[in-house]
């Protein structure tokens, strides 16, 4: 039995070893490397890449308990962050329009078929937004926040929550002015980061951007609820759409952008500004710095967005040289042709927009950030329009960085964090003041005063991530909606 076993296996091994069995042994090989190869190929095909990122599922209460500031803050001490120069903002107190009313129905808004990303896709405004993630939040207020930041952002967690608790059934906040008011907290909750898929506060926003939508009539404008309409509303309201648009592109949102944005483009007067309360090209004469920069905000955000409008760029480029012909020689911008004199916050807003449209190293910047080197910010004694002028002057400096930003920084967060509510409201300190109403903010009482002044101080307080800083001019890029590029999903 073993010499016949041995036997078989010598003429196994002949066999392989002789031209028979080379050849059959090969063709076995090449077939498994085929079929190896193939495999590979199909799994490469259907790989996807995900990239999660890790979100704290604490508790509001117990994040807030866990980083709320103590009843006596510290002193007040220079520090240097790294230099900053950029952004984007709002205004102050909402003032009178004029149109047909319209309908308070809201409007189909299919937020699940629609949306092409729950976050935001990659290629959306170079840049500009990469902080407002959870993880570029949380590095940004390390960075430029200070020993406030962790108190900053509390503040603003607590402002979030407030506005969500007092939005109204429709979607709207306030009691007048609600589209305007709407429209500020909108900029807000997606300054935060926060989508219509975000968990929590996804069902507020999406509540507010359906009831804008509903408030738009056949012309483009979004149109107050008292049946009135006017620029400065409808400028919010243009500002939050288009970013709401760029966050989430959601395509229905593209054409409610596109309509408001033409409004504004046909209303831009021959000098390159805007005037209060009319779309209409006349009346040259006349000219509104604050209105202007709102405008122009609203214009810039809709083009990196990706806005469609002819002539959009050439009206930005016009707006910037309007701007730099109002300024003065000191460096100081004014607030109207009736009204010439030089204001922190005109400053602070005619800087920012030009900073914005990419004259950051324009000589009429640095005259005006310098105008600012000495700006305050006292609860106790405000100045004129305290909250809306912090909310300018912020970001101007922090788009100018260094040693100016810290000195800002130690100013202006613990003033706002110590002048909020304990409900996570604030209440301007300039609404109280009486006398010839020079430092008077807001002419609403209650919850008006208190929505307005609640978005804009938390929205001072997102500084730290609602833009990137950046040295160089900002570029006007807008996205390519052609664009090939990969997409990456981020998965809250």
Not at 453 to 462: N, V
Request: with cysteine; glycine share 8%.
């Amino acid at each position: 039995m073993d010499a016949s076993i041995k036997a078989l296996h010598k003429n196994v091994v002949e066999w392989m070893a002789g031209p028979t069995g080379s050849i059959v042994i090969h063709v076995a090989l090449i077939l498994a490397l085929l079929f190896l190869v193939d495999l590979s190929v199909k799994e490469k095909d259907q790989e996807i890449e995900v990239q999660m990122i890790e979100v704290d599922e604490q508790k509001l209460d117990e994040l807030l308990e866990e980083i709320k500031p103590p009843e006596e803050l510290p002193d007040l001490t220079e520090m240097t962050p790294p230099d900053v120069d950029m952004d984007l903002t709002p205004p102050p107190d909402v003032q009178d329009f004029a149109a047909a009313p319209m309908d308070d129905t809201v409007t189909e808004l299919d937020i699940a078929s629609d949306a092409i990303s729950p976050i935001i896709m990659k290629g959306l405004a170079p840049g500009q937004m990469a902080n407002r993630s959870g993880a570029g939040r949380n590095a940004a207020i390390g960075a430029f926040g200070g020993k406030w930041g962790q108190y900053a952002e509390a503040a603003v967690l607590r402002a979030l929550e407030w506005l969500r608790i007092n939005q109204n059934k429709d979607g709207s906040w306030g009691t007048s002015d609600k589209e305007a008011y709407a429209g500020l907290a909108i900029l807000t909750y997606l300054a935060h980061g926060e989508t219509t898929a975000s968990e929590k506060y996804g069902p507020t926003i999406e509540l507010a951007i359906r009831y804008l939508i509903a408030r738009q009539n056949e012309k483009g404008e979004f149109v107050k609820t008292e049946g009135s309409g006017g620029v400065y509303g409808h400028a919010i309201c243009c500002y939050a759409i288009s970013e709401a648009y760029g966050m989430t592109r959601i395509p229905s949102l593209k054409p409610v952008m596109e309509r408001a944005i033409q409004l504004l483009l046909n209303g831009q007067k021959d000098h390159g500004g805007w005037i209060m309360y009319t779309f209409d090209k006349g009346d040259n004469a006349r000219w509104d710095v604050s209105l202007s920069g709102f405008c122009i905000q609203a214009l810039k955000a809709a083009y990196i967005a990706g806005a469609e409008n002819p002539g959009l760029k050439d009206a930005m480029d016009k707006a910037a040289e309007f701007l730099m012909k109002r300024q003065r020689q000191d460096g100081g911008f004014p607030y109207s042709a009736a009204n010439p004199g030089r204001q922190p916050n005109m400053t602070a807003v005619s800087v920012l927009c030009l900073q914005l449209m990419g004259y950051g190293e324009n000589n009429a910047v640095k005259s005006g950030l310098n105008f600012l080197r000495d700006a305050d910010c006292s609860w106790s004694n405000p100045e004129q329009a305290p909250i809306y002028s912090w909310y300018y002057v912020s970001q101007a400096k922090f788009h100018q960085g260094g040693a100016s930003w810290s000195a800002w920084n130690n100013k202006f967060a613990p003033t706002l964090i110590r002048g909020q509510s304990p409900d996570g409201s604030w209440t301007s300190p300039g609404h109280a003041l009486t006398g010839d109403g020079v430092t008077r903010e807001f002419r609403g009482d209650g919850i008006n005063n208190q929505v307005y002044a609640t978005t804009l101080a938390a929205l001072t307080l997102q500084v730290y991530y609602r833009f990137l800083p950046t040295y160089q001019p900002i570029q006007a890029e807008k996205i390519d909606q052609k664009s090939d590029n990969d997409v990456t999903i981020e998965i809250l």
